[in-house]
């Protein structure tokens, strides 16, 4: 499994922890949930978002992530595989 470290505290932005909402990454957007499993919150990437974003490894990138509302938000890190 990849994901996307979420270098923001989701609670307060978005008003829950495991927040809800659409990703976009290099213009390829997706529906996903923040995850919290046990470390810092983080987005899971799976292989065909990773690979429509164009993705290949360790980059350095921006993301928006945003609810169903006005809400948006940029965040920057090396994603893991």
Do not use: H, Q
Not at 28 to 40: F, H, N, Q, V
Not at 47 to 75: D, F, I, M, Y
């Amino acid at each position: 499994m990849c994901f996307i470290p979420v270098t923001f505290d989701p609670k307060t932005v978005f008003g829950k922890t495991r927040a809800p909402g659409k990703v976009t990454v290099n213009g390829y957007t997706y529906r996903s949930t923040i995850a919290a499993m046990g470390g810092p919150p983080c987005i899971p990437l799976r292989k065909s978002n990773r690979e429509a974003a164009g993705l290949e490894g360790g980059e350095t990138l921006c993301l928006r992530a945003s609810r169903s509302g006005p809400v948006s938000v940029l965040a920057a890190g090396a994603w893991a595989r």
